[in-house]
């Protein structure tokens, strides 16, 4: 066979398999179809004894390709073609390098043998698309490892690397490439020596079950359940494993294809699509197209708080070299006791071994002279949310600063308009809105100011993406993106409360929805004096007719700003949060005040003017020009507020639940919100023409 994605070399007795369909050497039907034809030809080969797959470019097989799903099965099916690679009587094995993932890992169950570069890694991650592994998976992995391992490997979708795979009897080799050594020939002689040993070991689907207490394996399926907080795939991930305690293989795989049939035309995996791929598509912007990147390879970090020291940990951890500026010998201290602390964190975690976090800490440089900065390639101030500190710091930065190099504010409320004009290059200047904390979370606001010269914004992207983030477009506006779209609903949830719901009942009904936090528990989480303070500042601008709800200001007067005091819609005295009656008899005070009579209000109302707010602030947003795609706003939300990536975002939701039906919730907020919850004019004209915010985008 010599064209194609799937290509043989034959080299001595074995049959290379050679697969080659970039980027990833995903499981197109081509790619199946060659595995399939490559089993009939290595079978026809006399001189031929195995075969050995192998991959060209930086991965082995990534799984089923994703863009096939929902067009209807093309055959050759994936569970047929490793059907025949097991079945062959000539042996089989895979040569792993990178990653095995999916439908990739499943060939590789299907064949006699793993080899894996030590650098490799396998799993499952099929529970992360909506789905479950579809082409043996859930069999085949519990015949080597056991019950409970598979129920956690599928479930939780983990990479699981060639170290651990040895142990857990998933690869019979790993291979450490000495430098100047081909991989493939490490593999090819790993098969000879197989060869000439003589003995075949049992396919993997004729192997036995370890056995496991049913009641045990309930247990693992109900942990995935409720881990899973309303996404369906991993419950169904681990019941299909589970089956292969009382099916035997073919019934195990019958009942696996039918979980994996009802799940990928799910709206579930839809939405779960749409994340993948609008995860990859947010730095595909037209405005990028062609632009050079500034070259950067130093990195200031001017203040050394929670965020900053969490930005200088993410660059360091990319490869930049990084200073990080602060005011004072002890502000310095701080800073480098934060970042030893991170690193403490990571080795806890062992991400790092123990010994390397002194050396890792040392590697940022902490300063207390702004000179210092003067060779930094990118600048970031995270420094405290004041404009004037703000300004005035970019003012002595200007000063300092190498010409050419990119300067950006970590500002998440102001306007990084007025920061820039106290430069004398605001074309240099831009905004990166990390949020905490920044060296774990991967979401970044990159803000194109008025001046932000496309380079500079080319640049941030290229940063952003090299400290492994995932950067979202935004130009500015009262809280970009996500605090926007925050402020927005919180708003509308202190409403709720006003009218009768309780804060622990919003709480409840929205982690119900798939959140992880509920937006009082988050509120006392982040500080309820950042809005106070937001508040206060506008307090000047707001009309009279607006909608207010005093309570939040009633709990900050009372030196509850939440947890970091002990107290604020929860108390936390007991080191969790509990309903506190100091809390009630506010809200109890200020509904009486307002002569509302509190009446109950049912979880499902709270969820859809929720996702109503949220849809429509976004839909705002887009008509503004502030993001660009609604799958820009559905990734800050996924990313950034924990938004259930099941869901696909409040624009991908609205979409699939339908404009009319979500603009009829809209028009009920704004019943009860008032000024400023009017229907986004973007929502009432694609309802009138019958068409989705897809459409919309597609349409630009
Ligand atoms: C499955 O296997 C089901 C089976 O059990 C049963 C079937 C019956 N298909 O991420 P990157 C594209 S489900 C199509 O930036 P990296 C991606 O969109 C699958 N396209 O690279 C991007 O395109 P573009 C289970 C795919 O180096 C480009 O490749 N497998 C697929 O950072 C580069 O991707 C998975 O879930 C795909 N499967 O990371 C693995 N994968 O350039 C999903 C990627 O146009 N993939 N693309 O934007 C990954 O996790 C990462 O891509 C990987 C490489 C780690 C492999």
């Known amino acids: 066979m010599a064209s194609g994605p799937v290509v043989i070399e034959v080299r001595g007795k074995v049959a290379i398999v050679w697969v080659d369909n970039p980027p990833v050497n995903a499981l197109s039907q081509a790619v199946r179809q060659g595995l399939s034809d490559a089993v ?79 650098r490799a890694e396998v799993g499952l991650p099929e529970v992360k698309l909506g789905i479950i592994p579809g082409a043996g998976g859930t069999q085949r992995l519990p015949r080597l490892t056991g019950i409970a391992t598979a129920i956690e490997a599928v479930t939780s979708g983990r990479r699981i690397g060639a170290g651990e795979a040895q142990k857990l009897g998933i690869a019979d080799a790993v291979v450490d490439l000495e430098p100047g050594e081909e991989f493939a020939d490490r593999a090819l002689a790993a098969v000879e020596a197989w060869l000439a040993a003589g003995t075949m070991p049992v396919p993997v689907s004729a192997r036995p079950v370890p056995p496991l207490d049913a009641a045990e394996a309930e ?171 703000k300004r005035d710091l970019f003012r002595r930065l200007d000063k300092v600063v190498r010409p050419g190099a990119v300067m950006a504010t970590n500002t998440s409320y102001l306007d990084p308009n007025r920061i820039a004009a106290a430069t004398g290059r605001p ?154 009656p100091v809390v009630e008899a506010v809200i109890a005070e200020e509904r009486a005040r307002k002569g509302v009579t509190a009446r109950p209000v049912a979880a499902e109302t709270i969820q859809r003017r929720a996702l109503a707010v949220m849809a429509n602030e976004g839909a705002r947003i887009l008509e503004e020009g502030i993001a660009l795609r609604p799958l820009d706003v559905d990734m800050v939300m996924i990313h950034g507020y924990g938004y259930p990536a099941w869901r696909g975002g409040p624009m991908f939701e609205a979409d699939a639940i339908g404009l009319p039906t979500v603009l009829g919730w809209i028009e009920e907020a704004h019943a009860a919100g008032g000024p400023g919850f009017e229907p986004a004019r973007l929502l009432v004209e694609l309802v009138q023409q019958g068409r989705t915010l897809a459409d919309w985008a597609q349409s630009r």
């Not at 025949?84 to 040569?95: D, Q, Y």
């Not at 123990?354 to 210092?372: C, L, R, S």
């Not at 074309?427 to 194109?448: D, K, Q, S, T």
Request: glycine share 10%.
């Open 427 to 580: 074309a240099e200047m831009c905004g990166l809105h990390f949020f905490a904390p920044a060296n774990v979370m991967r979401l970044v606001e990159v803000i194109e100011t008025a001046d932000t010269a496309p380079d500079v914004l080319a640049t941030a992207f290229a940063v952003a993406l090299k400290l492994g983030k995932l950067p979202v477009f935004a130009r500015v506006c009262d809280g970009f993106i996500g605090n926007r779209i925050w402020a927005t609903v919180r708003r509308h949830y202190e409403f709720l409360v006003e009218d009768g719901a309780s804060p622990a009942a919003i709480d409840a009904a929205m982690t119900a929805y798939g959140f992880p936090m509920g937006p009082f528990a988050v509120y006392d989480l982040s500080g309820l004096d950042i809005s106070w303070s937001w508040r206060k500042r506008n307090m000047a601008d707001r009309a009279p007719d607006v909608r207010y709800v005093d309570i939040p200001d009633r709990l900050c007067e009372m030196g509850r700003l939440g947890r970091k005091t002990g107290a604020g819609w929860y108390d936390y005295a007991s080191g969790k949060a509990k309903t506190d």
């Open 219 to 389: 247990k693992l399926i109900a942990k995935a359940v409720e881990r899973a907080r309303g996404q369906l795939s991993p419950g169904e991930a681990a019941r299909a494993v589970a089956d292969a305690l009382t099916l035997d293989f073919a019934a195990g795989l019958a009942a696996e294809r039918a979980r994996f049939l009802k799940l990928v035309g799910h709206p579930q995996a839809k939405a779960l699509r749409h994340a993948f791929f609008g995860e990859r598509e947010l730095s595909k912007l037209p405005m990028l197209d062609g632009v050079k990147p500034r070259a950067v390879s130093t990195i200031a970090v001017v203040g050394g708080g929670t965020m900053g020291a969490g930005i200088a940990v993410a660059a360091a951890d990319a490869g930049y070299t990084v200073t990080v500026l602060e005011t004072d010998a002890a502000a310095a201290k701080r800073a480098a006791e934060r970042i030893h602390g991170l690193y403490q964190g990571y080795a806890e975690r062992k991400r790092i071994p123990a010994d390397a976090v002194g050396v890792k800490a040392a590697a940022i440089d902490i300063t207390t002279e702004i000179g210092d900065l003067g060779t930094a390639d990118l600048v970031v101030e995270a420094v405290f949310e004041d404009a004037e500190v």
């Open 40 to 118: 009939a030809a290595v079978e026809a080969d006399a001189k031929v004894a195995a075969a050995l797959i192998l991959c060209r470019g930086r991965t082995f097989i990534a799984g089923a390709d994703i863009r096939e799903f929902g067009k209807g099965p093309l055959e050759p099916l994936l569970t047929d073609v490793i059907a025949r690679i097991e079945a062959s009587p000539k042996p089989w094995a895979a040569a792993i390098h990178g990653t095995a993932l999916g439908g990739g890992f499943e060939v590789a169950l299907g064949c006699c043998w793993r080899v894996m570069d030590s």
